[in-house]
């Protein structure tokens, strides 16, 4: 008889900047950036472990222009999200669910640098990134089987955000393109197919 093997589950703690943070993002509108992004590292000063601050630094900056500075808040938040949820010999756990409130500032972090990856043409390791989201999290919450289809299928970024980014949101429209192609794919998608059933 085997033993079957136990998953390991990531569920992060609370943060208390959170509400603050929730609080910040309510009063943004463009022309306070500045106060803005002093306050958002104030929050990081307070609890660096709290991703969702470099995050949304991350897209103020990238409004603005200012790339490299962009690139430093996300590659911060990214390299903090794997020492949050990776064991000491840098293994994923098992399940990293959306479910969790307490996980989606990490969720967040990890998306937004293989969306990153993706746009810079870094394509494979975008790609383990979204793999590794889905992995950890069949129910995809974040649409990571969307861009992990559309890489397959030789898209780029901007031509998928060109054909189904509808004013900030995505419709029905990428749904029936993902149940049109997927299966094109059994590799990719044969296994999470089972784990959605």
């Given at each position: 008889?085997?033993?079957?093997?136990?998953?390991?589950?990531?569920v992060d703690?609370?943060?208390?900047?959170m509400?603050?943070y929730y609080n910040l993002?309510e009063?943004?509108s463009?022309r306070n950036?500045?106060?803005i992004?002093?306050?958002?590292?104030?929050?990081i000063?307070?609890d660096?472990d709290?991703l969702?601050s470099y995050?949304y630094?991350y897209?103020i900056?990238?409004d603005?222009g200012?790339?490299e500075?962009?690139?430093?808040?996300?590659?911060e938040?990214?390299e903090?999200a794997?020492?949050?949820i990776?064991?000491?010999?840098?293994?994923w756990?098992?399940?990293?669910?959306?479910?969790w409130l307490?996980?989606?500032?990490?969720?967040?972090a990890?998306?937004?640098?293989?969306?990153s990856l993706?746009?810079?043409?870094e394509?494979?390791n975008?790609?383990?990134l979204?793999r590794?989201?889905?992995k950890?999290?069949?129910?995809?919450?974040v649409?990571?089987r969307n861009?992990i289809l559309?890489?397959?299928?030789?898209?780029?970024?901007?031509?998928?955000?060109?054909?189904?980014?509808?004013?900030?949101?995505?419709?029905?429209?990428l749904?029936?393109?993902?149940?049109?192609n997927?299966?094109?794919f059994?590799d990719?998608f044969?296994?999470?197919?089972?784990?959605?059933?």
């Amino acid at each position: 008889m085997t033993k079957e093997k136990r998953q390991r589950e990531y569920v992060d703690k609370d943060h208390k900047v959170m509400q603050a943070y929730y609080n910040l993002c309510e009063k943004y509108s463009g022309r306070n950036a500045k106060t803005i992004k002093r306050k958002l590292n104030q929050l990081i000063k307070k609890d660096p472990d709290f991703l969702d601050s470099y995050v949304y630094l991350y897209q103020i900056l990238q409004d603005e222009g200012n790339l490299e500075e962009a690139d430093k808040a996300l590659n911060e938040a990214y390299e903090r999200a794997l020492k949050l949820i990776t064991d000491k010999k840098g293994n994923w756990p098992d399940i990293f669910e959306w479910l969790w409130l307490e996980n989606r500032h990490i969720i967040r972090a990890i998306l937004n640098k293989a969306i990153s990856l993706w746009k810079n043409e870094e394509v494979d390791n975008a790609l383990d990134l979204f793999r590794k989201l889905l992995k950890t999290n069949p129910g995809d919450n974040v649409g990571a089987r969307n861009f992990i289809l559309a890489i397959r299928m030789d898209m780029s970024f901007d031509k998928f955000e060109n054909r189904f980014n509808k004013a900030g949101y995505y419709d029905m429209e990428l749904i029936e393109w993902f149940e049109e192609n997927h299966k094109k794919f059994p590799d990719e998608f044969d296994w999470w197919e089972k784990a959605v059933k």
